[in-house]
């Protein structure tokens, strides 16, 4: 069986769940359900491959459609919803974890952090809230890397300036 999306009792979408577990996830007959290649929502009832896991009652379907296609391509119109989707924003996780082992551990800890929290955000339609922690990762990332070489550059003066006291202080023996 193929897997399937399904909205919950608060309207969000959920999965995608193996066809034959929907109703673990408390999916009935009534609730919309949809699949790569459905043009539209459906009652999971209505849809031939999961009547079987429901019986034969099925609501009337004036049940509201959702907003958003989950496999629609980025920037993409959907004209049977009327959505429009947006691009997922970059979530910095590769130069977050560069600036951990390499310039500013606890800069690069909090990049990480607000990078992981991107992904999530748009996969749960939350637009705003995931181009926000994209930019405050960047943010993160910048200062951790800024701050990393500027204290590599001050180490590397410091070497060079006590290598050149050291040295002067052995010829004057």
Known sequence: M??????????????????????????????LVWKQGMADWQQAGQVEELASLFGSHTAPSNYPLPEQNPYAQAGQNNAATGGSYQPQPDNWLVWAVLVTL????PFGIVAIYKSAKVNPYYESGA??????????????????AVCGLIFQALYLVFVLAMGTGFAGLLEGM
């Open 2 to 31: 193929q897997e399937y999306f399904f909205l919950d009792a608060q309207n969000q979408r959920q999965g995608p769940y193996a066809g034959e577990l929907l109703p673990t996830y408390g999916v009935t007959a009534t609730t």
């Open 102 to 105: 390499c310039c500013c551990m």
């Open 127 to 144: 637009y705003a809230q995931a181009q926000q922690a994209a930019g405050e990762a960047k943010k993160w990332v910048i200062i951790g």
